[in-house]
């Protein structure tokens, strides 16, 4: 099936520092990304959507600024989490929807800034 | 925007008893999906359902889109320690490419 590779699984980092995380569809093209964000025992929020050559989609609320996002191929997307703080801890999810309609998870990243 | 709103947000059952979680939303959708997190794992999807009234089986698993296109149900039968994790639904709108995830049901089971 489907598959997503996302990495790194998990990253400390310092604060004032920057963390990018990387999203590769595997076996199959992805013209979007989605990058989520779940906080402990919590849902999955949409934090973007990542458009393959062209600027990504920010959800209400999200700095632009702060989680920059790249999608340069049709199988890679990149989030960098600019200059880090302790609020950005969280666990970052991407997905694409796959060929089968369904959307296809990354293992997710867990975010620690100390 | 859109809501989907899913309960109970937490289930304890005795291994062997059935489990439904339930999903409404604000808005008509063009399919709903559901989805199962492990403890420590990232959300794996389990099945799509697209027509009104659609009824969709996996195993122990029973999949309900409703008539009006705004809720959903997901029950299992005979709940197994396997099953533990929390089951999410996601409803796909009719106005983008875009899923709004509800917030959960966390199955405990007790062998």
């Known amino acids: 099936g489907a598959v997503v590779s996302q990495h790194p699984s998990r990253v400390i980092c310092k604060s004032g520092t920057s963390v990018k995380i990387e999203c590769r569809s595997l076996d199959f093209q992805a013209t979007t990304m989605f990058w989520y964000r779940q906080f402990p025992k919590k849902s999955l929020m949409l934090m973007a959507t990542s458009n393959e050559g062209s600027k990504a989609t920010y959800e209400q609320g999200v700095e632009k600024d702060k989680f920059l996002i790249n999608h340069a191929s049709l199988t890679l997307s990149t989030l960098t989490v600019t200059s880090a703080h302790p609020e950005d801890s969280s666990f970052y999810i991407c997905?694409?929807?796959?060929?089968?309609?369904?959307?296809?998870f990354g293992s997710g990243t867990r975010l620690t800034v100390v | 925007g859109q809501q989907v709103m899913q309960i109970p947000q937490y289930q304890h059952v005795q291994e062997g008893e059935d489990f439904t979680t339930y999903c409404n939303s604000s808005t008509t959708l063009s399919n709903i999906q559901w989805y199962k997190q492990r403890p420590g794992g990232h959300p794996v999807f389990l099945i799509q359902?697209?027509?009104?009234?659609e009824v969709k089986k996996q195993k122990r698993l029973t999949f309900q889109f409703g008539e009006a296109k705004k809720n959903s149900s997901l029950h299992i039968t005979a709940t197994q320690t396997t099953d533990v994790g929390t089951y999410f639904c996601a409803g796909h709108n009719n106005a983008g490419n875009m899923l709004t995830f509800g917030g959960g049901t966390r199955l405990m089971v007790k062998p």
């Open positions: 997905s694409a929807r796959d060929t089968t309609g369904g959307y296809t």
């Open positions: 359902l697209v027509k009104s009234g």
